[in-house]
């Protein structure tokens, strides 16, 4: 670990980025450029003290996990993201099956998303990022581990809180548009790689999928018009939009409600009651993961 290194590279991206960067508001009058460091930790999901600590070059080693909150909330790009690894004195995350990081593109955008939900997914249906309303809807689908954190794998092995958002007449059209999905990703990846991992452990956990796999649908269906359900608002109709990375292995999707629609106040509605009481808890704490 180069603490000099880490320490210096920390500070000068956060300070050259601006709070409208990061989808803050200008806040009172700086006296310094950039983001506070205390912004930098609230991204990051960590305490002031500790970022501070690594800035003054007299933090402990930072896990994995630490980083790669960090390059989310300096909106590092890849070949960043990997420097900043190497000078904390880690190996660097193969870009395929990295579930830490967002391209800063994507995430750019979905900070500017306030008035619909929004949320960044990879291949394996594992969710990057997810705005307010995003996590007013679905909850809070960061906050899971291992295979948890897959909605594919969720859907097969816990359908009786992960099918909870679709209405009973369309979760067999969505059941078998992510085993779809999964095998298209397969084809992309490869059989060694994370894909390939998930239908095995999807093949020891489910005879429905076993069943929906032999099926041998390829499909990636992002834009969609569906219905989805909140137990306190009711069911919401949207369209879904996608926007891929170049590499197509991540995905910002957008749910959008048809303007002056019931949806679309159902839609207001959760952003007023936000997601306190709202979110199912994750099941990560109750089930193992990977």
Known sequence: MDRAALADFLRRHREALQPGDVGLGPGLRRRAPGLRREEVAQLALMST??????EQQ?????STQILASIARALRLTDDERDYLYRVAGHGVPDRTVDTGHVAPALQRVLDRLSDTPALIIDPLGRTLAQNDLARALYGDATAYTGWERSEIYRWFAHPETARAVYPDEDRAR??????ASLRAALGTLGPSSGAGDLVTALERTSPEFVELWARQEVARRFTDHKVLVHREVGEIEVDCQVLLTEDQLQALLVLTAAPGSESAEKIRLLGVLGTQDLAVEPTSARHAGR
């Open 49 to 54: 003290d500790y970022y501070t600590r690594l």
């Open 58 to 62: 007299r933090g402990p080693q930072p």
């Open 174 to 179: 969505q059941g078998r548009a992510l085993v």
